[in-house]
C-alpha cells in the first residue's frame, strides 16, 4: 500500500537550475495535485490535474510547469530555480472533489 | 486574500485538557475538510464534512460543519501527546477538487 510516491525527499538546487519532481498514485485516482507549504502560509495549490491528459493552474502557477504522464505519474518541473522556491512541496490525489492522500513531501533549498 | 482562517494558530495544553480549534470563511463551501500533520509527513485526512449542521465524531475528535456551510470546528476532548501535530482544514467549492486551505493551528500536548 504505497499511496502517493514522492522523489527525491531533499534537494538543494543553485539558482538558475533546473529539475523535476517526480509523484507516483498506487490507487487508481483521477485527480492528482502539486502543492507547496511555506511556513505561516498553509498548502497552496501549484497545479492539478483532473483526469489523465488535463492540466490546471492553482495559486501560484509561476516558474513552474507540469507533466501528467499517464494516470498513475504527476510530475513538477522547476526550469530555473529561484530562492523564493524554497518550499516543501507535496504531491496528492484524489478521487473525489478534495484531497485524500497526500505523499511525504520533497524538501527542496535553492541557494 | 486568505478565504479560511484557522484559529489560534499555536495551542499549548496539558495531557488530558479539552480544546477546540475554529475553521471560519466568509465563503459557502460544498464540503470541508480536517487534516493532521506530523513533522515531515504529509497531511492526513481525518474527515470530511458536507451537509450543514453535520457533526461527526472520530474518538475523541468532534468535527461540526456551521449551519451556512461556512465554518467549521474541532473539538478534542481529554487530549493525549499523540494528538500533537499542525491541524490543516481546507473548503472545496465544487468537485473541481481546487480545495483552500487554512494556514493550519498547531498544537502541542504536554504529558
Known amino acids: 500500500n504505497a499511496g502517493v510516491t514522492q522523489t527525491p525527499k531533499f534537494q538543494v538546487l543553485k539558482t538558475g537550475q533546473s529539475m523535476t519532481l517526480q509523484c507516483a498514485q498506487d490507487m487508481n485516482h483521477n485527480s492528482m495535485y502539486w502543492y507547496r507549504q511555506d511556513p505561516g502560509m498553509g498548502l497552496r495549490l501549484i497545479y492539478y490535474?483532473?483526469?489523465?491528459?488535463?492540466?490546471d493552474k492553482g495559486e501560484v502557477p509561476n516558474g513552474y510547469n507540469v507533466s501528467r504522464l499517464n494516470k498513475r505519474e504527476f510530475s513538477l518541473r522547476l526550469e530555473s530555480a529561484a530562492p523564493s522556491q524554497t518550499s516543501v512541496y507535496f504531491c496528492?490525489?484524489?478521487?473525489?472533489?478534495?484531497?485524500?492522500?497526500f505523499g511525504s513531501g520533497t524538501r527542496l533549498t535553492v541557494v | 486574500t486568505q478565504l479560511l482562517e484557522q484559529s489560534p494558530q499555536f495551542l499549548s495544553i496539558q495531557e488530558g485538557e479539552n480544546l477546540t480549534v475554529y475553521c471560519n470563511s466568509s465563503?459557502?463551501?460544498?464540503?470541508l475538510q480536517w487534516y493532521r500533520q506530523e513533522p515531515g509527513e504529509g497531511p492526513v485526512l481525518l474527515v470530511t464534512?458536507?451537509?450543514?449542521?453535520e457533526v461527526k465524531k472520530l474518538k475523541r475528535l468532534t468535527f461540526q460543519f456551521g449551519d451556512a456551510r461556512k465554518d467549521s470546528s474541532l473539538h478534542i476532548t481529554a487530549a493525549q501527546p499523540g494528538d500533537t501535530g499542525l491541524y490543516l482544514c481546507?473548503?472545496?467549492?465544487?468537485?473541481?477538487?481546487?480545495?483552500?486551505f487554512g494556514d493550519g493551528t498547531t498544537l502541542t500536548v504536554k504529558p
Open positions: 465563503s459557502v463551501f460544498s464540503s
Open positions: 481546507a473548503g472545496a467549492f465544487t468537485n473541481a477538487g481546487k480545495s483552500t
Open positions: 464534512v458536507v451537509t450543514g449542521g
Open positions: 496528492a490525489s484524489s478521487e473525489v472533489g478534495y484531497v485524500t492522500t
Open positions: 490535474s483532473a483526469s489523465e491528459g488535463t492540466t
